[in-house]
C-alpha cells in the first residue's frame, strides 16, 4: 500500500517537473514552429543563475531565508527575459522565412554555443544551493517522507499550467495567438502584429524553461551538461502530448512520470527506456501525438 | 560550373589546413620533456574531477619547472628537462580520445601521456598506446578490465586503483564497524561504473557477512539529478545500509534530496566516491555518512612532507584543498618522474620510451600518498591501500573532517596477479593479509 | 552503363589522388581521414533521406549496429576478416531496417527526427544494460584480417584507410548514379509534395522505405570501418549527439553533390580538432558558430533544402 502512495505521488512531483521543463518548449513549438534545441540551455541558465544569486545572497549575510525565493523566480525571469530576447532579437527574427527544419538545426548550433558560453560564465564547478531546498521542512506519511519543495513544486506547476491555459483561451490576446498557432499566413493578413507576437512568444518559452531550471537548482548540483539532459526529457513529453498543446503537455508529462514512477518502484531495470518505449507506443498508435491536430494536406 | 567552384573551395581549405598542422610536428623536438594531460575540462566530470586533477598537475608542472619539490623529487622537471604540457578534453567519447591520442603521439610527439578518467577511454586507448609505444600512465580509471584484457602490457601502466578495491575495502569497512548489517539498497548510475561498482561490493559483503539481503538495487540515468522516486523506493524497502558510487553532481543531488527526505535518519550510507565532495556538503550532509578517496589520496592522505608541501601549494594556487583527483594526477606524474629518474639516463637528457617503460615496471616511489608499489598487473599496476571515514562537520567552524578513519592494507583489499576481481572475491578472498 | 560523367570521372581521380596520399602523409592525417571517410558515409545515409524531405536523428543506430557487428563478429563468432565483418553489419542493419522502415516511413517532418532518435537511444539502452557487450566502456575490436592477410600496427591502418577510400569512392559513384537516376529524382519530388506524387501512381511510402535500407546499409559500413580503424567499439556510437553530427555534417556540406558529405566530412574533422587544441574549454562554441555561419553566409551547402520546400506552414 505504501508503495501505491509512493508511486502516486513521486509520479506527480516527477509529473509536475516535467510539464514546467516542457512548457516553453511546447509553447515556442506551437506558435512558432521552432523546435527549440537550445531549451536546455535556457533551463541551464536559469538554474546557473538562480542557484548563483541566491547561493550569494546566503554567502552575504543572515538576510531573511524566505527571500531566496523571490531571488529564485527574480533570477529566472531576469535570465529568461534577457537571454530570450538577445536571442530572438539578435538572431531568430532574421530566420523565420526559412525551413522549420532548418530552424531545429539553428537551435541546435545555439545549443553549442550557449553551452560553452555557460561553462565560461559560471565555471565547471558544481553550484550547491540547498538552503531554498530544506528550508521548507518536510512531511511524512508513515515510511515515506517528503519534502515540501517538491511537493509545492506540484502547486506552482499546477498555477503555471493554469495561467498558460487560461491565457490562451479565455483572454483575447490568447485568441489571437490560436489565431496564429492555426494559420499564420491568415493571421498576418488580417492584420495581427506577428512579429511582435513571435518575440513575445518566445521570451515567454525561454522564461518558463529558465523558471523550470531555477525552481530546480535547490534541489540538485547544478553542473555543465544538465542542459542537455533535460533536452530529450522535454521532447518526449511535447511530442506525446502533442506539440504544440499546453494540455497536451500537461497529459503527457502525467504519462511520462507515472510511467516513469512505476517502473522506478516495480523494474528498476527498465527504467532507461520507460521514456523511449512511451515515446514510440503514443506515436505508434497517434502519430501526431495525443492531442496534436490532425493537419490536413495542402497540395 | 558552380557545383566545381562549390567543391574547390572547402577541398583547397582542407588542404591548406592540413598543412598547418603538419607544422606542430616540427617544433616537438624543442629539448622539453612533453606530456600529454588527458582529462575532463567540459561535461560532468570536469566540476568533481577534471578540472582538479588539472589543477594539481599545474601546482605540481610548475613547482617541478623551479625546481621547487622536497626529496627525493628535487631535480628540475623530470631528470632536469623542462616539463611543457599538452592539455586535451577528455570530454567527446572513446572514438575522439583515440583519435586525439594518436595526434598527441603522432603530431605533438610528446615523451609521455598521464591521463583518462574514464573507463570506457581507458580500455580503448590500451591497445594503442602500445601499438604506439607511447608510455602511458592512467591515473584515475577504476575498470577492472584493464588489466584483464591486456594481459601482456608493455607502456601501459595505472597509478590509481582498480575500482574492485573501493567496494572491497567499504564492504569491510561496514562488517568491521560493527553496525547492523541485514539488508542493503543500492543506487548506482546506470552505467558501467555503477553497474562493476554494486557487483562487486555484492559479492564482497555476501563473503564477509553471509546472508545479508538486498533491499532494492536502483539504477537512474547518469545525470539524472532528480532522486525522488528512487529515494522513495529506497525508504520503502528499508535497508540497515545504502551503497552508492555516484559521484559529482548527481552524489551531491542524492545527499542534499536523501536528507532533506529523512533517508539517512535510520540507516548509514557509503558513498566510495564521497571525498571528492568533502568541503562542499557543509550542513546538508549527516554526520556518519561514510566517504571513500578511491585509495589514500585526499583528506585521507597520510602526513609526510610530499602530501604537506602539495597541500600547501595547491591551497595557495586554488584556494581550497585538494581532493583526491588532484592527489591522483601529482601522483601519476610523480611516478612517472621516478620512472625516467631511474633509468639513469643523464641529468638533461630524455631517455628512450622503452627504458622510461622498463624502469616504470615494478616501481617503488614515493608519492602524496606515501608509498606507491608498482605491484600487480606483473608491475604495471599500483598496489595501495584504502580508506574509509564517516563525515563529520563542526557547524561553528564551518569546516568538515573525518571520523572513525580505517585503513586497510594493500594486500588485504587488492586480488592478486592471475585472477580477477570477481572470481577473487567469490572464492572469499584467498590470501588476502589482513591485520 | 559505363559512360562516367564529369562528376564520376573527378571521384574516381579523388579516390586515386587519395590513395597515393596515403602512402606519403603522416600517419596521424590519415588516421582523421579514415575516420572521416567513415563517418561521411554515414552522412551520406542521412543526405539520402534528406533529399527526400526526411531529417534522421537517429542513424546513429545504423552506425553502431555497423560497428558492434565487427565487434561482436570478432569476439563472439570468431570471424576477422574485414568483408565479412563488413557484410555481416550491412545484413543486420538492412534487416533491422526492414522491420523498424515499416513504422517509420510512417511519420514525417519532426516525427520522423524524434521517432529516430527514440530508436537509436533504445538500442543505447540495450547496449548499457549488456555487461557482456561492456556496458558503456564498451570493447576492443580483435585485429582484422583482409583475406588471409594480418597486418600489424602501421600497416594494419594504412589498410584500413585504402580499404576506407575504396569502398566510400566505389558507394560515391554508386550514390551519383542513384541521385541521377529516376528514382533519385522522384525523391526531390516527394519532398516538394508527396501528394502529387502520389497521384501520379508512385507509392511515396515504399520509395521512402527503400532510401531508409540503403541509408541503414551505407550507415552501417560507415560504423563497420570506423570500429575496425579505432580499434573499439561503445554504445555512444547510437546516443543522439552522436547523431547530431551527422545532421550537422550533412548541412555542412548540403545535399546537391555526393562529393560534398565528404568534403564535410573531412572538414568538420579538421576544424574539430583545431577547436579542441585552440580552445580546449570552448570547442564546442566555435563548432557552434561555424555551424552559424554556414547556415547564415553559406547557404549553398543548405541550398536544395531550402529552396525545394513547397507545403504550406500549416
Known amino acids: 500500500m505504501t508503495t501505491l502512495y509512493a508511486i502516486l505521488i513521486d509520479g506527480m512531483i516527477y509529473a509536475s517537473w516535467l510539464f514546467l521543463v516542457a512548457a516553453g518548449l511546447t509553447v515556442i513549438y506551437g506558435v512558432m514552429r521552432i523546435l527549440n534545441m537550445a531549451h536546455g540551455s535556457f533551463y541551464s541558465i536559469g538554474a546557473y543563475s538562480g542557484a548563483s544569486l541566491v547561493g550569494w545572497y546566503f554567502a552575504g549575510g543572515d538576510g531573511a531565508p524566505y527571500w531566496s525565493y523571490l531571488l529564485l523566480l527574480g533570477a529566472a525571469l531576469a535570465a529568461g527575459l534577457f537571454i530570450g530576447l538577445l536571442v530572438e532579437q539578435g538572431l531568430l527574427q532574421f530566420m523565420y522565412k526559412r525551413d522549420e527544419i532548418l530552424m531545429v538545426i539553428i537551435t541546435y548550433a545555439l545549443l553549442l554555443i550557449l553551452e560553452d558560453a555557460t561553462k565560461l560564465i559560471f565555471g565547471v564547478d558544481p553550484y550547491f544551493t540547498y538552503q531554498p531546498y530544506?528550508?521548507?521542512?518536510?512531511?511524512?506519511?508513515?515510511?515515506?517522507?517528503?519534502?515540501?519543495?517538491?511537493?509545492?513544486?506540484?502547486?506552482?506547476?499546477?498555477?503555471?499550467?493554469?495561467?498558460?491555459?487560461?491565457?490562451?483561451?479565455?483572454?483575447?490576446?490568447?485568441?489571437?495567438?490560436?489565431?496564429?498557432?492555426?494559420?499564420?499566413?491568415?493571421?498576418?493578413?488580417?492584420?495581427?502584429?506577428?512579429?511582435?507576437?513571435?518575440?513575445?512568444?518566445?521570451?515567454?518559452?525561454?522564461?518558463?524553461?529558465?523558471?523550470?531550471?531555477?525552481?530546480?537548482?535547490?534541489?540538485?548540483?547544478?553542473?555543465?551538461?544538465i542542459g542537455v539532459e533535460v533536452i530529450v526529457l522535454a521532447f518526449a513529453v511535447v511530442v506525446v502530448g502533442g506539440l504544440g498543446s499546453?494540455?497536451?503537455?500537461?497529459?503527457?508529462?502525467?504519462?511520462?512520470?507515472?510511467?516513469?514512477?512505476?517502473?522506478?518502484?516495480?523494474?528498476?531495470?527498465?527504467?532507461?527506456?520507460?521514456i523511449y518505449g512511451v515515446m514510440s507506443l503514443v506515436l505508434a498508435v497517434r502519430p501526431q501525438g495525443l492531442f496534436g491536430r490532425n493537419l490536413a494536406r495542402k497540395i | 560550373?558552380?557545383?566545381?567552384?562549390?567543391?574547390?573551395?572547402?577541398?583547397?581549405?582542407?588542404?591548406?589546413?592540413?598543412?598547418?598542422?603538419?607544422?606542430?610536428?616540427?617544433?616537438?623536438?624543442?629539448?622539453?620533456?612533453?606530456?600529454?594531460v588527458v582529462t575532463f575540462l567540459s561535461g560532468g566530470a570536469a566540476g568533481p574531477f577534471g578540472v582538479p586533477s588539472l589543477n594539481g598537475a599545474k601546482v605540481l608542472v610548475d613547482a617541478l619547472n623551479e625546481g621547487k619539490l622536497p626529496a627525493p623529487y628535487n631535480l628540475k622537471g623530470i631528470n632536469g628537462v623542462e616539463i611543457e604540457t599538452v592539455i586535451v578534453d577528455e570530454n567527446g567519447g572513446a572514438t575522439k580520445q583515440v583519435e586525439e591520442f594518436r595526434n598527441l603521439a603522432?603530431?605533438?610527439?610528446?615523451?609521455?601521456?598521464?591521463?583518462y578518467i574514464s573507463s570506457g577511454d581507458c580500455l580503448a586507448i590500451a591497445p594503442v598506446a602500445e601499438e604506439l609505444k607511447m608510455p602511458t600512465v592512467f591515473f584515475d580509471c577504476g575498470t577492472s578490465r584493464l588489466f584483464e584484457e591486456n594481459k601482456a602490457p608493455t607502456y601501459v601502466f595505472r597509478t590509481g586503483l582498480d575500482a574492485a578495491i573501493d567496494n572491497i575495502g567499504a564492504a569491510r569497512y561496514l562488517v568491521d564497524s560493527g553496525r547492523k548489517l541485514d539488508s542493503v539498497a543500492s543506487i548506482q548510475q546506470n552505467y558501467a561504473w555503477g553497474h562493476d561498482s554494486w557487483a562487486d561490493f555484492s559479492a564482497a559483503i555476501q563473503q564477509l557477512k553471509p546472508g545479508v539481503k538486498v533491499a532494492t538495487e536502483q539504477l537512474p540515468k547518469l545525470f539524472q539529478g532528480q532522486y525522488g522516486a528512487e529515494i522513495s523506493a529506497i525508504s520503502v524497502s528499508r535497508p540497515d545500509v545504502i551503497h552508492s558510487s555516484f559521484w559529482g553532481g548527481d552524489m551531491e543531488a542524492l545527499v542534499l534530496q536523501g536528507a532533506a527526505r529523512g533517508l539517512f535518519d535510520k540507516r548509514a550510507a557509503v558513498l566510495t566516491c564521497g571525498e571528492s565532495a568533502l568541503d562542499r556538503f557543509k550542513g546538508q550532509a549527516p554526520n556518519g555518512l561514510i566517504l571513500g578517496a578511491r585509495g589514500p589520496f585526499g583528506a585521507f592522505a597520510p602526513q609526510n612532507p610530499l602530501s604537506d608541501w602539495f597541500r600547501t601549494a595547491y591551497r595557495g594556487k586554488n584556494e581550497i584543498e585538494p581532493t583526491y583527483p588532484a592527489f591522483k594526477m601529482a601522483q601519476a606524474i610523480l611516478g612517472l618522474k621516478a620512472a625516467v629518474e631511474k633509468t639513469g639516463a643523464k641529468p638533461g637528457t630524455i631517455p628512450a620510451k622503452e627504458a622510461v617503460a622498463k624502469s616504470f615496471k615494478g616501481l617503488n616511489f614515493e608519492s602524496v600518498s606515501g608509498t606507491v608499489q608498482m605491484a600487480r598487473a606483473g608491475g604495471h599496476q599500483a598496489l595501495q591501500g584504502i580508506a574509509y571515514g564517516e563525515y563529520s562537520f563542526d557547524a561553528k567552524s564551518g569546516k568538515a573532517t573525518l571520523a572513525n578513519v580505517r585503513h586497510y592494507s594493500g594486500e588485504c583489499v587488492t586480488p592478486p596477479d592471475g585472477t580477477t576481481a570477481a572470481v577473487w572475491i567469490k572464492a572469499g578472498f584467498p590470501g588476502a593479509q589482513c591485520k | 552503363m559505363l559512360r562516367l560523367d564529369k562528376t564520376e570521372t573527378w571521384l574516381l581521380a579523388a579516390t586515386v589522388i587519395l590513395l597515393t596520399a596515403g602512402f606519403l602523409l603522416p600517419s596521424w592525417l590519415t588516421f582523421i581521414l579514415t575516420l572521416a571517410f567513415a563517418k561521411a558515409l554515414v552522412v551520406q545515409g542521412v543526405v539520402i533521406q534528406m533529399r527526400a524531405g526526411l531529417v534522421s536523428f537517429g542513424q546513429g543506430l545504423f552506425f553502431c549496429i555497423g560497428g558492434y557487428a565487427v565487434g561482436m563478429?570478432?569476439?563472439?563468432?570468431?570471424?576477422?576478416?574485414?568483408?565479412?565483418?563488413?557484410?555481416?553489419?550491412?545484413?543486420?542493419?538492412?534487416?533491422?531496417?526492414?522491420?523498424?522502415?515499416?513504422?517509420?516511413?510512417?511519420?514525417?517532418?519532426?516525427?520522423?527526427?524524434?521517432?529516430?532518435?527514440?530508436?537509436?537511444?533504445i538500442l543505447f539502452g540495450v547496449i548499457v544494460k549488456n555487461p557482456t557487450l561492456g556496458s558503456t566502456d564498451g570493447f576492443n575490436v580483435h585485429a582484422?584480417?583482409?583475406?588471409?592477410?594480418?597486418?600489424?600496427?602501421?600497416?594494419?591502418?594504412?589498410?584500413?584507410?585504402?580499404?576506407?577510400?575504396?569502398?566510400?569512392?566505389?558507394?560515391?559513384?554508386?550514390?551519383?548514379?542513384?541521385?541521377?537516376?529516376?528514382?533519385?529524382?522522384?525523391?526531390?519530388?516527394?519532398?516538394?509534395?508527396?501528394?502529387?506524387?502520389?497521384?501520379?501512381?508512385?507509392?511515396?511510402r515504399w520509395i521512402l522505405y527503400a532510401n531508409y535500407l540503403f541509408a541503414a546499409g551505407i550507415s552501417a559500413v560507415g560504423g563497420a570501418l570506423t570500429a575496425l580503424a579505432t580499434g573499439h567499439v561503445d554504445p555512444e556510437m547510437a546516443f543522439w549527439t552522436t547523431s547530431g553530427e551527422f545532421v550537422f555534417i550533412a548541412l555542412l556540406g548540403g545535399t546537391t553533390h555526393v562529393a560534398a558529405p565528404f568534403v564535410a566530412a573531412v572538414l568538420f574533422a579538421l576544424v574539430r580538432t583545431y577547436a579542441l587544441e585552440l580552445a580546449p574549454h570552448s570547442w564546442q562554441m566555435i563548432l557552434g558558430f561555424v555551424l552559424l555561419a554556414i547556415i547564415i553566409f553559406l547557404p549553398k551547402g543548405l541550398w536544395s533544402l531550402v529552396a525545394g520546400k513547397r507545403r504550406a506552414a500549416a
Open chain 1, 134 to 225: 530544506s528550508l521548507l521542512g518536510r512531511s511524512s506519511f508513515g515510511e515515506l517522507t517528503f519534502a515540501n519543495y517538491d511537493l509545492a513544486l506540484i502547486a506552482v506547476s499546477v498555477l503555471i499550467g493554469a495561467a498558460c491555459w487560461l491565457v490562451l483561451n479565455r483572454t483575447n490576446r490568447g485568441k489571437v495567438l490560436r489565431a496564429v498557432i492555426q494559420d499564420r499566413e491568415i493571421a498576418v493578413a488580417m492584420g495581427v502584429n506577428v512579429k511582435l507576437m513571435f518575440a513575445a512568444t518566445f521570451v515567454v518559452g525561454t522564461t518558463l524553461g529558465a523558471l523550470a531550471g531555477a525552481l530546480t537548482a535547490p534541489a540538485i548540483s547544478v553542473s555543465p551538461g
Open chain 1, 246 to 274: 499546453i494540455e497536451g503537455a500537461i497529459v503527457g508529462a502525467l504519462l511520462v512520470g507515472l510511467t516513469r514512477s512505476v517502473a522506478v518502484h516495480l523494474a528498476p531495470q527498465i527504467e532507461l527506456f520507460v
Open chain 2, 1 to 36: 560550373m558552380r557545383r566545381t567552384t562549390s567543391r574547390i573551395v572547402p577541398t583547397a581549405v582542407a588542404l591548406a589546413a592540413s598543412l598547418a598542422f603538419a607544422a606542430p610536428a616540427l617544433a616537438a623536438d624543442n629539448g622539453k620533456f612533453r606530456i600529454g
Open chain 2, 106 to 115: 603522432e603530431r605533438h610527439k610528446v615523451d609521455a601521456v598521464i591521463g
Open chain 3, 73 to 121: 563478429g570478432g569476439a563472439f563468432l570468431d570471424v576477422h576478416d574485414v568483408f565479412a565483418l563488413i557484410g555481416l553489419g550491412v545484413a543486420v542493419a538492412v534487416g533491422v531496417a526492414a522491420i523498424i522502415g515499416l513504422l517509420m516511413t510512417r511519420y514525417r517532418d519532426i516525427f520522423f527526427a524524434m521517432l529516430s532518435l527514440a530508436l537509436s537511444m
Open chain 3, 144 to 204: 582484422p584480417t583482409l583475406l588471409g592477410w594480418a597486418p600489424q600496427g602501421q600497416e594494419q591502418k594504412l589498410a584500413i584507410f585504402v580499404l576506407t577510400v575504396l569502398i566510400a569512392g566505389g558507394l560515391a559513384l554508386a550514390l551519383n548514379r542513384y541521385m541521377k537516376s529516376g528514382l533519385g529524382g522522384v525523391n526531390e519530388a516527394i519532398k516538394e509534395n508527396e501528394i502529387r506524387v502520389e497521384f501520379l501512381g508512385l507509392s511515396p
